[in-house]
């Protein structure tokens, strides 16, 4: 079993910049098992949007285009938190966004946080 836990959400005006982060917990074997961990977000009356995701090992990853360029994704290993750096906030990122965990030998992602509120005001 995986706990996440994200923090560091609130408000901002556009342009500005917020860091959340995510820290996993549980069983030291079950954190060892997550493979990879992403952010997504979802806004009211929209469908969870796909933000980013970083491989735990490789520490490879990719963007969803909305947020390529302005969005950093990650990792402190020692810290089992990974972070989203948003840069360049602009009002249509505001929603709830979450954490997600997927684990060796899955392919969903099967943990998620609570979710943290972003506003972004013009």
């Known amino acids: 079993q995986v706990h996440l836990v994200e923090s560091g959400g609130g408000s901002v005006q556009a342009g500005g910049s917020l860091r959340l982060s995510c820290a996993a917990s549980?069983?030291?074997?079950?954190?060892?098992?997550?493979?990879?961990m992403a952010w997504f977000r979802q806004a009211p009356g929209k469908e969870r949007e796909f933000l980013a995701f970083i491989n735990l090992s490789s520490g490879s990853g990719s963007y969803g285009d909305s947020v390529k360029g302005r969005f950093t994704i990650s990792r402190d290993d020692a810290e089992n938190t990974v972070y989203l750096q948003m840069n360049s906030l602009k009002p249509e990122d505001t929603a709830v966004y979450y954490c997600a965990a997927k684990m060796t030998g899955t392919s969903v992602y099967a943990y998620w946080g609570q979710g943290t509120q972003v506003t972004v005001s013009s």
């Open positions: 549980g069983r030291t074997f079950s954190i060892l098992d997550i493979v990879a």
